[in-house]
């Protein structure tokens, strides 16, 4: 079975704090995506990665960073956290589409809930 | 731009009754659509996607490419089949960006 791992279920942090979130798969996925989740607003892309070191802004990069030293683990930074990032953390991982096993599907972690007071 | 929509925010049905979830998306080229469910404090999955054409659960889902839409349709819900519902598009071809609606909440009621 796909596992896809995230280290925190729930943090709690005050404004201004550095926070990571960390996020390893053990299926040799190539692609690793951070989503965000909010209620009415589906799943919003925040970052995704296709290789080692390679990172692509996806629709809400702003307040984020992202890294990815090692093919399994994908890290979210918030370097400054505002109370707006308040929310539900999804990390997702899928293998490159030139693969054979590769079906287009995301497997998600079970998400890391963040609050910001 | 791309975009999916899910115009219901929450869909309520009695246990039995046919239930349609509604999903238009906006994309240019060819697309890659899926459905993804997430049941009470379990993590989000794969329900169905559209060029396997199956069956799951109960659940199909055509994609009408005139109308844009990719609508999720069951003939008799179940109880167990409360649960949030994601429809969403993966773009360019070959390429690997998946984007999501806002999701719609079926309660099936008993």
């Known amino acids: 079975d796909v596992k896809v791992t995230q280290s925190s279920r729930y943090l709690v942090k005050r404004t201004g704090e550095k926070v990571f979130l960390e996020c390893v798969q053990d299926?040799?996925?190539?692609?690793m995506f951070w989503y965000r989740q909010d209620p009415g607003l589906g799943l919003r892309l925040i970052y995704f990665?296709?290789?080692?070191?390679?990172?692509e802004k996806g629709d809400i990069p702003e307040g984020y960073s992202v890294s990815r030293e090692k093919k399994e683990r994908f890290s979210l930074i918030l370097e400054s956290a505002s109370t707006n990032q308040t929310s539900m953390y999804l990390c997702a991982s899928s293998f490159f589409r030139g693969r054979v096993q590769n079906t287009g599907e995301l497997f998600f972690g079970e998400g890391s809930r963040l609050t910001v007071l | 731009a791309q975009r999916v929509t899910q115009p219901e925010k929450l869909l309520s049905v009695f246990k039995g009754a046919p239930v349609e979830l509604k999903c238009n998306y906006s994309y240019s080229g060819s697309p890659e659509l899926f459905w993804y469910v997430q049941y009470s404090r379990q993590r989000l999955q794969l329900l169905l996607r559209h060029i396997s054409r199956e069956s799951i659960k109960g659940f199909t889902a055509d994609l009408n490419k005139g109308e844009t839409s990719f609508h999720l349709k069951k003939p008799f819900a179940q109880e167990e089949d409360s649960a949030m519902y994601y429809c969403?598009?993966?773009?360019?071809?070959?390429?690997?960006?998946?984007?999501f609606g806002a999701g719609t909440r079926l309660f099936v009621k008993a």
């Open positions: 969403a598009l993966s773009y360019p071809p070959g390429g690997f960006k998946t984007i």
């Open positions: 299926m040799d996925h190539e692609n």
């Open positions: 990665s296709y290789d080692v070191k390679m990172k």
